[in-house]
Structure formats: C-alpha cells, structure tokens
C-alpha cells in the first residue's frame, strides 16, 4: 500500500529524512510506523536473532508522545520519532541490558548512557536492544546468553560484530537508527558484511559514560542505511558530556554534509591489510572504485600505514588487556558460564606486565601522529572495510582462509580505532556469491564532516550499492514487503 507521496509503500524502508518529512505533511504518524517497525523487529528476532529485547509499550507509548508534537509543530529534533535500536551493551534505562553475557546483573534502573539519554531527548522511538557478542570482545555476533546472529543476505553466514545485531537488523529494515560501538572494527565491520553505513566518530565526538573496560580504543557511533540518516544520528547523539572526562576540550559542531568535489582530492589508497591479503573480489570491487575517483579527478597514490607491520601487536596489549580488565569484575564462580574464546583473550592480557602495556600506549602514541601527518598529506585514506566478505556463522574466523584469531581478517579496522581517526563504511557491490562488500573512508581526528561528506558524495555516486527503497535488499527483506 502507498501511504504517501513521501514515503515507500513498505514504511519499514523509508530513510529518517523521508519519515520526518511525512510526520510534517501528516501523511503518516510516527505510530502508524512504530507499528510495522515492531512487527519486522519480532520478525528480524525470530529468523536472524537480531533483537535480544523488543518493548512494544515503551515503544508505542514514545509513538504517541512523538504523534503529539508532530501535530501540535514542535518536534525535537530531525530524528522526532524515528524507529531506533540501541546495542545492548550501552546503558539505556528501563531496560535490562545484559551486554550479551548470562553473569552481568539487571542495570535496568540505571540511568542512560550519555548517548542513549541524547537520542531519548531527541524523540526517537526505541524498538528495543540488538544482539552482541559477550562484552563486545569479538568481529562476529554470538553469545552464551543469547546465541547466533545471522545475515540477512545469508542467514548461514555472520552479518559481523560486534554491533551485528544491528547491522542486521538494518539490513532487514528493522528500524531506522541503530547505535553500535567499535573497539576494533565493530560498527565497520557488520556494516560491510551487511551492505549499510557505519561511521565510527572520532574519539570522543559522542559521550560514553561508564568508561569502557577496553579503554580508549572503544568509540560509540551511528548505523543506518543511507549517509543523511548516520549523520542526522550522530548530530543527535554526540557533543558534550561532563561525565566523560576523555572528550577533548571545545565546544561540539553540528555536521554538515557538504559539497565533495573528487577532483584534485589527493586519497591515499590503503591497499594491503596488516595481516595476510585481500579476497581477490574485494581487491578488485575497491580498485573499482579507486578508478572511478581517478576520473572523477582524484590523485590517488597507493600507501601501506606507518608502522603497519607492528600494529597487530600493539592492539592485542590494548585489547586483551582490556578483556583481563573486564574479567577482574566478575566472580570467578562464574567464569565457566562465559565464552570461552573471552576467557582466552583475557587470560592473554594478564599475561602482560605494566611496562608491555605502557610500551604498548607509546607506540600508539607514534603512530597516531604518524597517522596524523599522513592525513596532512592526503585529504583522505580508503581500504576496504574488510579484506573478505561475510562467512559461516557461529565461528570467529572463516573456515579454511589460514585465520587463527578474529583480528586477524579485521586489519583494516583496529588501526583506526588506535589513532582515533574517523571512519565511514559504506557498501561498495556485492561478490558472486551475492554478499556486501564495503568500501571504508577514512580522514583526520575531528574530520568527521569531511568523511561523511566525502561518503555521501560516493552514494551519490553509486546509488546502487545503497539499501534505500528502491534499491537491491536482501530477499529476506524483500518478501516482507
């Protein structure tokens, strides 16, 4: 049924933008399309395990107070009544959020993080919380508590993680906004693997509030199907949090898509991950693209990162140690109920003395200007997002590729989540197979407008690559309709 001239017959692929400006028209009410959110969430639960909670009243009850100012004008913002998921890792009131572990406690009367209190003030209507690996340790949605997350392009294969829950969750048009975090690649990877946007910010531009066990390579971002709707998320989400003594300094901007002209870009061209080598699809869909920038006018020059042979070991002393740290919160009674791919990683990260780890933090320290100096001399870096495209679910590494750890097949993610940089994924085609492949941009600290700006000019571009209503969705998604 064709509701408006504004929105798709099928509510559950409008884009944020479309909505907004039906709720303004009064062609369509923000229940009217909470409603079949809810219905394709319960769905997206039951055939890919995408969802680990759904409130239908909470949901609803935001609905009619979004319904209301909609009406009366005064809406709260451009995301007033939008259909969003939170990852359930991130604190959200009300909600027994369980950071996909079967030994965390009820936190549902805590009160929000710095995000979700920012998106709640914005009017949007949380559906509910999207599935994660234990404590958001791995590349790849599963959990003791809550299982297998698939994707909807091939629910035999992992749709990624760890915000996987969301990334497939979008992808089957369950929602609009979904907030994940990335400590190592966990909003860029799912997003690649699923064939939608994530950006992860630079460090700091959105709050996060209790700090993360992982440290300061963990970021909180937005994921959506189109650039606008990553931007209108994140203009919601981020600014100024006292409770959060990392942030830099200054005042926070809202971004602004801006004209992009490729035409004398210089862009580093990141074509060789840390460890091992590139799906030769992958290889030849970003070299593709590299092309098309080329005669667009973009000066591209082929680059390895600085110090990029010593990166994988500066990240493990982070992140393992960052597992060690979260391990020491919890009873050891109740170890033997955890993953036991997190207890390996921890045990690792006890392992490390001080100094390794102090050792670890200064060479972060040079390659963050190193990275820094490289994006004096370059407007921009792209890679692939990932090296491979999505594999057989309920594995951290794909069968047979020689992989013997996750971080392995995701060096073209955690370097970035060391200098703090941000990032964007967008899809760049599809293999064969039929499988997402993404195409990542990168810029320097603080530069999100111009990533963002820069991946909006690239849909605008290859529109064909990006899930809006028109375009190619996942069959799953499709017969729904």
Known sequence: MQHSQTVPGDLCKATAKELTAAYAAGEVSPVE??????????????????????????ALSSARKSEERWRSGAPLSAVDGVPTTIKDIVLLHGYDVRFGSAVTEDVSNEPDAPSTQRLNAA????????NTPEFGWKAVTDSPKFGITRNPWDPSMTPGGSSGGASAAAAFGAGVLHLGTDGGGSI?????????????????????????????????GPMARTVEDVVAMLNAMSGKDTRDWNQ???????????PFDWKGKRIAYWSEPCVGGNDPEVAAAIRRTTEEFE????????????????LE???????????????????????DKLDRGFLEVAARGQRYSAVDRIQAEISRSQFGYLMDELLVEH????????PITAFEAGVNVPLGAGYSHWVEWSSYSFPINLSQQPACSVPCGRSTAGLPIGLQIIAGRTDDAKVLSAARAYEQMFPEHFLTPDGNWPMMAERLA
Do not use: C
């Open 33 to 58: 399309v909470a409603k079949a959110a809810l219905e394709r969430a319960e769905k997206a639960k039951a055939e890919l395990n995408a969802f680990t909670v759904i409130d239908h009243d909470a």
């Open 123 to 130: 009017g949007v209507v949380v559906l509910g919380l999207t």
């Open 188 to 220: 860029r990877i799912p997003a690649s693997f699923t064939g939608i946007v994530g950006h992860k910010p630079s460090f700091g531009l959105v709050p996060a509030y209790p700090a993360s066990a992982f440290g300061t390579v963990a970021h909180i």
């Open 248 to 258: 830099y300094p200054g005042d926070r901007v809202a971004i602004e898509l801006r």
């Open 295 to 310: 005669l667009a006018g973009a000066i591209v020059t082929e680059i390895t990162l600085p110090m990029q042979d010593e």
């Open 313 to 335: 070991e500066i990240f493990y002393r982070h992140w393992h140690v960052g597992a060690a740290n979260r391990l020491a919160a919890i009873d050891e009674k109740d170890h």
């Open 379 to 386: 407007d921009l870096i792209i890679s692939p997002t990932t």
